[in-house]
Structure formats: C-alpha cells, structure tokens
C-alpha cells in the first residue's frame, strides 16, 4: 500500500495569516488535503476529491451551479484544472478508470466536486451525510455546501451506519465493502452529523487518519491546549451542525494525537502545513 498526499483545491482567502498562520501578504492560502492509496488489490483509492473538473470548467452553470458564487468569494477559491484529483493521477501514470473506490469524510462542495470524473468508481459515505446532503435544502449554510449537481450522477454508492467497533477508543465502520480491511470509517459528527474520519493503517503498522474538517488548523493538535487562527475558528464555527460534538471529537483528536503520537498520525483537510510537511514524509 503506498500513499499519496494530494492538494485537490486551493482557497486564498483575504485575511492572510489570520487563516493560515504564517502568510505575509493580505490573502491566505487554504489547501483540500485529498489521499491516493494504491492498493494490491483493491485498485486506487481516493479518500475525498476536492474540485473537479466540471467545477473548473462550470462552477456556475444554471440551473443548481456547483460552487455557488458567495461561497466562492468569501474564499477566494482559485479553480484550476492542474489542481483536480483527476489530473494528478492520470500525472502519475494512472487513469480515471483505475480509480475504483472514493471514501468520503463529508459531502462540502470541496470535498465532492470531482466524483463525476470518476464515474466506474464506487462511493462511500456515511448514510447520515448522504442523506442531509440529497433531501431538499432550507437553511442558509446547508444550501451553499452541499451541491446536488457536484453528485447526481453517482450510480454506485456505499452507505453505512454507525458501528460500535473500537479504533482507539473511537467508533469505526470496518469492513468497507470492497475494500482492504486496512481502511476504515471513523464517525466524527459537529462540522456535518454525517461527517467521518478515514483511518489507514500502513504497511510499517502505523496509522493514518485523514480527520477531513474534525479541525482545520495544526495547533489543534499535537498540543495540550488548542490554538486556531482567528478566520479558521470563525469558519468552523460557520459550517458546524452542532458546537458540542465538533468540540468533543475534537477534543478527543486532540488526546489521541498526542497519547498515541507513535501509532497515529492526523491531519486535517485544509491546513497547508500539513499538506507539505505529509508530501515531504516529515512528522506532524
């Protein structure tokens, strides 16, 4: 099994450091952390997609626009084609065809977006999350971030409830159906009811767990007291469904990436930092 560590979308928004914490300038920079894993036998797995190629070329094609135009503007989101899952994998000597899984930690318009451009590909998702994103919208935040359009072609989908197998000392959806019982699905509800966590578990026997939005920023790990920039704690708590169970699962990353710091690894979805520390195999 082998890992890589792609950045599927870029978001500049202004504010500078006070997103990413270490930009000079007025505009921040923003990362979607997606994963390719190859597998012996399972085929490519990408967890989350980030934006498509469709979201490139149409972002706001009418009727249902796929990224809708506020969104786009509060985060300054540069949609480039070289950015999409699909163009760095097929960069790698792959094609879309080979891709025959997609994990989902949630259905956001940027962690969706490039399901279409792998169309043989089976998706997984936790059944809340599928459910919350297909039923109609009325809420402000629900109707911008979830984007029918971005999944309404999808034919072949794999839902699952929560389970109460332990993965250090959290519930986890194990044996995925057809995929390697290395990778599984961690709920962790408060950013969307539906929202997961995918852990990996590596050929050295160590973990990875991709927390998709669980947190946003490198000081909410790894440390015993949480530190998040001012425009990413006020982002989080724009998007979040429920402020208690977002804490307390983040509270509970927290512990976990310190106490099991030699078994598991975590990393976030949009922390830049991150991104390159995980490309370059340094540690977090």
């Not at 149409?58 to 084609?81: D, S």
């Not at 163009?87 to 956001?108: K, M, N, P, S």
């Not at 911008?144 to 999808?154: E, L």
Request: hydrophobic fraction near 40%; charged fraction near 25%; glycine fraction near 10%.
């Amino acid at each position: 099994m082998r890992i890589h560590h792609l950045n599927c979308g870029t978001a500049c928004p202004l504010g500078g450091a006070l997103f990413d914490g270490r930009s000079v300038g007025p505009l921040g920079h923003i990362v979607c952390h997606c994963l390719l894993i190859e597998t012996q036998a399972h085929g490519l797995v990408l967890v989350d997609t980030g934006y498509g190629l469709r979201d490139v070329d149409h972002p706001h094609a009418v009727p249902g626009k796929r990224i809708t135009i506020p969104w786009r503007l509060m985060l300054n989101i540069r949609l480039r084609e070289r950015d999409t899952a699909l163009f760095q994998i097929e960069a790698l000597g792959f094609r879309a065809e080979d891709v025959r899984h997609i994990i989902l930690t949630h259905l956001d318009f940027d962690h969706a977006g490039g399901l279409e451009d792998f169309p043989e590909a089976t998706v997984h998702v936790m059944q809340r999350e599928y459910d919350d994103a297909t039923r109609p919208q009325t809420g402000f935040v629900s109707r911008h971030r979830w984007r029918a359009r971005q999944f309404d072609d999808v034919v072949s989908w794999r839902r699952y409830g929560v389970r109460g197998e332990p993965w250090f000392g959290f519930d986890a959806v194990r044996d995925l159906d057809g995929l390697p019982p290395e990778i599984l699905l961690v709920p962790l509800p408060g950013h969307t009811w539906g929202h997961a966590g995918v852990a990996i578990r590596r050929p050295d026997g160590r973990w990875l767990l991709h927390a998709g939005d669980a947190y946003f920023y490198r000081g909410e790990m790894r440390r015993a007291h949480r530190h998040c920039t001012p425009g990413f704690r006020a982002y989080q708590r724009l998007m979040e469904v429920d402020r208690t169970n977002r804490l307390s699962n983040q509270h509970r990353l927290r512990t976990l990436s310190i106490e099991q710091a030699g078994a598991v690894t975590v990393a976030c979805a949009h922390d830049a930092v991150e991104l390159e520390r995980c490309q370059a195999g340094m540690p977090l």
